[in-house]
């Protein structure tokens, strides 16, 4: 039997990102799903016309009827308000929690509230195994606990590990290096392990949504944390690099390079 991953997040009209995208993952790594949607967005790549809020006691149940089999991860995408996040919170299963703060869409529109980003860091950061921000998001969640603006990248990892959260996995796509991106894996007491692989030049909207639910895939199927990490980078970096490819020959299709 295929091990069986949760996959709670918001509905993506253009299925570029949320539980569209975590489905497609977990398909292709060969692992079995279920979904609860939080959120119905109509969504592309420029923008987020509008958000509904699926009610939080709909989510619960959507839950509680997809865990009457044995759920081996969980992976939380975009939660989008308290009452959200507490519903889901009081509704998971024991299993290995990756938790995915969807703050905003890749287009900016703002798609978990600050009360829902303080419920989160209260209700849902003491049972997650992995936190998986980027930068930008590390910097509002330092600033939602309380920190300076000007608090460190360690300073702020350290504040969400001494609140309970196992491992925070702070994601480098969002530096400044033009050749590789470098995600750190932070964990209490232990030296922190980075995990580099090359640029590709393509934007590819969702890839957090693909990180996360790959690392939860892969800790399903038994896998620990690290090993879990590097599988799912390496997953991560196939992606881009088919998407460069698939990039660069529609190029030359439109300028007649390619004879069809």
């Known amino acids: 039997m295929k091990p069986l991953v949760l996959l709670v997040g918001g509905l993506d009209s253009g299925g570029g990102a949320g539980v569209l995208r975590d489905v497609e993952t977990a398909k292709a790594l060969k692992v079995s799903s279920r979904v609860a949607v939080t959120a119905i967005t109509p969504q592309n790549d420029r923008k987020v016309g509008a958000i509904h809020h699926v009610p939080p006691a709909v989510v619960a149940s959507q839950i509680a009827t997809a865990t009457e089999d044995p759920i081996h991860a969980v992976k939380l995408g975009m939660l989008g308000c308290r009452d959200t996040v507490e519903a889901v ?3 998971l299963p024991d299993a290995p929690l990756i938790v ?10 703002s798609l978990l509230d600050e009360g829902g980003l303080a419920a989160l860091l209260e209700k849902l950061l003491p049972k997650t195994v992995l936190l998986t921000p980027n930068l930008p998001e590390l910097k509002q969640i330092g600033a939602s606990i309380g920190l300076a603006n000007d608090a460190t990248q360690e300073q702020v990892v350290g504040a969400l590990l001494d609140r309970g959260c196992e491992a925070v996995l702070v994601k480098g796509g969002h ?10 894996l932070c964990r209490p007491n232990r030296k922190s392990v980075q995990f580099s692989s090359r640029r590709y030049p393509v934007q590819l909207r969702g890839s957090g949504c693909r990180l996360a639910s790959a690392i939860a895939a892969h800790l399903g199927t038994g896998a620990d944390l690290e090993p879990a990490i590097r599988q799912a980078k390496a997953f991560m970096v196939e992606s881009f690099a088919r998407e460069s490819e698939q990039s ?3 190029i ?3 300028s007649g390079d390619l004879i069809l």
């Open 252 to 254: 030359r299709e439109r």
């Open 89 to 91: 919170a009081g509704a």
């Open 175 to 184: 530096c400044s290096d033009q050749d590789r991106s470098v995600d750190t």
């Open 248 to 250: 660069r020959n529609a």
């Open 100 to 109: 995915d703060p969807v703050i905003e869409s890749s287009s900016g529109h």
